[in-house]
């Protein structure tokens, strides 16, 4: 399953997840859930910080994602990094590896599968309505 159709991210992050996160939890499972060496409870899903690994957040789409972001005041970056092309799962990887320790989030175009980090987004734009309803299309 890709979250574009056609395109390989979504199994490329899985990829990475199994093969860094995971394996970085397998020494704390019991019972299913993630209990790190310094806490006695399982983490929370949703409320508690995993320190054993850092989550990622990518924003995916086609070729022009960037410069919409940029145009509504998502993406705060003055100069944001190049975009780098990703091949298959191991350049992802190695990608996210080299940006361990960056602030950040990712933009990926899935057109031609580049990928970047920008440092300053905004999360509450004036392009985004206020109180909109999931019935709102």
């Known amino acids: 399953m890709s979250m574009i159709p056609g395109d390989p991210l ?9 093969e860094q996160n995971l394996a970085k939890c397998l020494p704390y499972l019991r019972e299913g ?5 310094a806490r006695r409870d399982p983490l929370r899903e949703g409320r508690d910080e995993n320190e ?3 989550g990622v957040l990518v924003v995916a789409n086609g ?3 960037m410069t919409r972001l940029k145009t509504d005041r ?3 970056d003055q100069d ?3 975009p780098v092309r990703l091949s ?3 350049d992802l990887s190695n ?15 899935s057109v031609h599968h580049q990928i970047r980090r920008v440092s300053e987004l905004n999360n509450d734009p004036e392009s985004l309505r206020r109180n909109p309803t999931l019935t709102d299309k």
């Open 80 to 82: 944001p990094e190049e």
């Open 74 to 76: 998502v993406v705060l």
């Open 95 to 109: 990608y996210l590896q080299l940006q361990e320790g960056n602030d950040g989030a990712y933009i990926y175009d």
């Open 10 to 18: 979504f199994d490329w992050l899985v990829a990475y997840h199994i």
């Open 52 to 54: 054993l690994y850092s």
């Open 88 to 90: 298959g799962s191991t």
């Open 33 to 37: 859930r993630v209990v790190p060496p």
């Open 63 to 65: 070729s022009t994602l």
